[in-house]
């Protein structure tokens, strides 16, 4: 069995890896070619900082993969060694996957400041100070130390006290996913970004006007000071019931203009009234599922294979070791269902905006892409397994827009912008 769970995390490594190939691949060759959506300069610099990031991104998952290989072969069970001597059981589960947790983020740390201060600094996107990165950092893992062990201790509990501890374990990990999307605008307002509320009457009177229109109800509409950290443009909904906040970046009010802003809420608007949100927690709550009936029910011969015993900490520990597994396989699924809904959401977005409301969107999805320096084609293969958003190109012309492009492989487009 044992070795039945690293051929199949072995697997995963080399799909992932040969996806990314490909799509390096495919940028290479046809970033020198004729652009599309972008001038040639951006085109071809977008381009650079796609390979780059997927190259990153090979280095991690090959990493990660050493990573896995080592906590399977003797890492548990140093763990296990280094915590025996801890008298409460419970607390014994927390220390030894809570420090499961902190190695493993201390590990991915140089991945982390890499990519922001070496790639992205390079590129022109990163806004943010060393001192800014380490704050943040650290609220990070002051706050996954803190609520990471409550969860940990829940868990711990439900395995030893209910004989279907997977079934009421899946319950508590989805009421806490279900909570996290309710307190995150909160969260981050509190300790991340500067929430302030939108001065621009006028812009904020016909926000409102689009959200009565959808029966959105919402706290407020609030700006975040996001260009301390990132000059990408972005906006987000966030939070249920009356917590619900309209959040916009302060660069995407600075580059777009108000119809344009009106058509990305519109879309965004969309996604509520449709209940995609609704639809992907579910979607969510499913992988959970899956995964949890999966662990929840491995043969004992794992355990004697790893050469340790049956205990809550181990079973915590397997599940995180394969999530991304289950994420990659669940990702497809998920990928139709999300770009089936981000074309409803276009459609909405359109018409909310009025008689212009499809140029207007198609303009605000342009500026995007030009903004954010988001390469706009990608191989179909990568499409397959990592899009959300259907790729930029198809968007256009389901608005009805023509940029001119006819070569088959822009309708792979790629767009790297949530909106």
């Not at 040969?18 to 959506?37: C, E």
């Not at 790639?119 to 001192?131: H, I, P, R």
């Not at 927690?281 to 011969?301: C, E, K, R, T, Y």
């Not at 079973?315 to 497809?332: E, H, N």
Request: charged share 20%; aromatic share 14%; proline share 3%.
């Amino acid at each position: 069995m044992l070795m039945t769970l690293v051929g199949i995390y072995s697997l995963y490594v080399l799909i992932t890896i040969y996806v990314s190939v490909m799509q390096i691949g495919y940028i290479n060759q046809i970033k020198r070619k004729t652009p599309v959506l972008l001038t040639a300069n951006d085109f071809l610099k977008a381009g650079n900082y796609a390979v780059a990031k997927e190259k990153l991104s090979i280095v991690n998952v090959f990493i990660e993969y050493l990573v896995f290989i080592v906590w399977i072969a003797f890492g548990i069970s140093w763990l296990h060694s280094a915590f025996i001597a801890t008298p409460n059981a419970a607390m014994m589960n927390i220390e030894i996957v809570m420090s499961f947790i902190i190695i493993n983020s201390i590990i991915s740390i140089p991945f982390s400041y890499y990519e922001k201060f070496v790639l992205d600094e390079a590129f022109g996107f990163n806004k943010s100070t060393l001192g800014q990165w380490i704050k943040d950092t650290l609220i990070s893992f002051v706050m996954t130390l803190l609520l990471g062990s409550l969860v940990v201790w829940g868990i711990y509990e439900i395995i030893e006290n209910f004989a279907l501890w997977w079934l009421w374990s899946f319950v508590f990990i989805f009421a806490i996913v279900i909570m996290i999307n309710m307190l995150y605008p909160t969260f981050r307002a509190m300790f991340f970004d500067k929430l302030t509320p939108l001065e621009d009457e006028e812009l904020d009177s016909e926000i409102k006007r689009l959200m009565d229109t959808t029966g959105f109800v919402s706290s407020g509409v609030f700006v975040s000071d996001a260009s301390k950290r990132d000059g990408r443009l972005n906006a987000y909904f966030g939070g249920f019931g009356k917590s619900k906040r309209v959040v916009l970046f302060d660069t995407l009010l600075e580059k777009l203009s108000t119809k344009e802003l009106l058509a990305v809420l519109g879309h965004e608007l969309g996604h509520f009234a449709h209940g995609d949100v609704f639809k992907n927690i579910a979607l969510v709550g499913g992988m959970l599922f899956v995964m949890f009936a999966i662990f929840g029910n491995l043969p004992d011969s794992l355990y004697l294979e790893m050469g340790i015993a049956k205990e809550p900490y181990v079973i915590m520990i397997l599940l995180m070791l394969f999530m991304p597994v289950l994420g990659f396989i669940m990702m497809p699924i998920m990928g139709v269902v999300s770009r089936k809904n981000e074309y409803a959401a276009d459609k909405m977005g359109s018409e909310l905006g009025g008689a212009a409301g499809e140029i207007e969107l198609a303009n605000a999805l342009k500026k995007l892409v030009e903004e954010n320096k988001s390469f706009p084609l990608s191989h179909p293969l990568y499409i397959f397994f990592h899009y959300t958003h259907p790729p930029v190109i198809e968007r256009l012309k389901e608005l009805g827009v023509d940029i001119g492009y006819v070569e088959r492989s822009g309708i792979e487009g790629k767009c790297e912008v949530d909106i």
